[in-house]
């Protein structure tokens, strides 16, 4: 079947076709219950119980597709739309607009944030040889710097080299850099090593890669979390509304579990200080006389923690369930 000639009608959803972020998009699309079938090597797949096409893309060119409003919802990690956002405004810079005009230009396009999905946590890090004479980012200044995220590299020493000229007035998109940023696509780890670069500008999650090449981290220039992102003017905001309810609700449920509990009313208020819920506890009378039965939402990596302060305000009976999915406000 020619797929591009079906995508008629169709709300357009753009997902990482691979790397980091893949397995846990799959995963939430299942849980969002966005049914499909991806035929070998092909990028675009029809959603089959919902008027959506998928297309699979890096991760990184996501925040141009959505910003301009070719795809209308995306899955990308926060630091890939700083890094299109700092392309745009070097763009904007270079042909001569000012602060004022390129923020007016950016309400017209761009990408808006839905929301945070909870996984892909990285930092993108300014890192130096650990044995070596760097100390700060500022001692880089004017040297060889390796990156992919080259946009936002240069940024971030544009911001620094402005502070150290004593340079106030914020406008740094346009400077004339003393720093020689190196677009590098994979593998930048190595580039101090191999002396391409004095430092690089690279994700960091466990270091162990940082580690392993013998670096070390001494700036964060970006805090990352894969985000769900829309266009400004979506084709059909309705259906982005619904994707955006499953997508929020599946995540809800994988944070939280259900703890339910029997305690004495007398103790009640003391239980409810330790699980309030999201909005509230449900308390329901048992049929024994001054007992109540509480059920409440806890953060699944807190429920240790929140069992044990039960027990000594004497709740019994502790039972803890997974939620499949969920629905709140
Ligand atoms: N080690 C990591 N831990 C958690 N999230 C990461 C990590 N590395 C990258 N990410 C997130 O995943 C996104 C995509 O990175 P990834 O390296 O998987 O890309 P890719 O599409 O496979 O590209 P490349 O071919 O350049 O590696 C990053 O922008 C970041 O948000
Ligand atoms: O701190 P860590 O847990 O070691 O993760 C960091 C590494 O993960 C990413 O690379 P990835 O493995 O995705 O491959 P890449 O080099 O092809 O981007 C990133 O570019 C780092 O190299």
């Known amino acids: 079947m020619d797929l591009v000639n079906h995508l008629e009608g169709r709300l357009l959803f753009a997902v990482p076709k691979k790397g980091r972020l893949l397995s846990a998009s799959l995963n939430l699309l299942e849980g969002a219950d966005i049914q499909f079938r991806r035929e070998n090597r092909l990028d675009i797949a ?5 008027p959506i096409a998928l297309v699979f893309l890096p991760a990184a060119d996501i925040p141009t597709f959505v910003g301009e409003g070719r795809v209308d919802l995306g899955i990308t990690g926060y630091d890939q739309v700083q890094e299109h956002d700092a392309g745009v405004r070097a763009l904007a810079a270079a042909a001569g607009m000012s602060a004022e005009e390129q923020a007016a230009a950016d309400k017209l396009q761009g990408c808006e944030t839905i929301l945070d999905l909870g996984f892909g946590h990285c930092k993108l890090q300014t890192q130096v040889p650990a044995k070596g004479a760097y100390v700060t980012t500022k001692d880089l200044i004017g040297k060889n710097i390796g990156t992919s ?4 590299a240069e940024e971030h020493f544009a911001k620094l080299e402005a502070e150290q000229d004593g340079v106030t007035n914020g406008d740094v998109a346009g400077r004339k850099l003393k720093t020689k ?3 590098l696509s994979g593998s930048v780890e190595a580039a101090c090593a191999l002396g391409v670069a004095d430092g690089i500008v690279d994700l960091v999650e466990s270091g162990e890669t940082m580690k392993a090449a013998g670096l070390k981290a001494i700036d ?5 979390s894969a985000i769900l992102i829309r266009s400004r003017n979506p084709s059909n905001p309705d259906v982005v509304e619904l994707i955006a309810s499953r997508i929020r609700g599946v995540i809800t449920a994988q944070k939280y579990v259900l703890c339910q509990y ?3 009313r007398s103790k009640l208020d003391r239980a409810k ?5 999201k909005r509230a506890p449900t308390v329901t009378s048992l049929e024994e006389e001054g007992w109540v039965a509480v059920s409440s939402m806890v953060e699944k990596k807190k429920i240790a923690p929140v069992m044990d302060e039960l027990t000594k305000v004497g709740a019994t009976d502790i039972l803890v369930l997974d939620i499949h999915n969920s629905r709140t406000s």
Request: charged share 15%.
């Open 273 to 277: 200080t330790i699980t309030p819920g």
């Open 181 to 183: 940023i190196i677009e």
């Open 46 to 50: 029809l959603v089959k119980n919902l």
């Open 262 to 264: 029997n305690i004495e």
């Open 220 to 224: 964060t220039v970006v805090e990352s």
């Open 149 to 152: 995220f080259v946009s936002l």
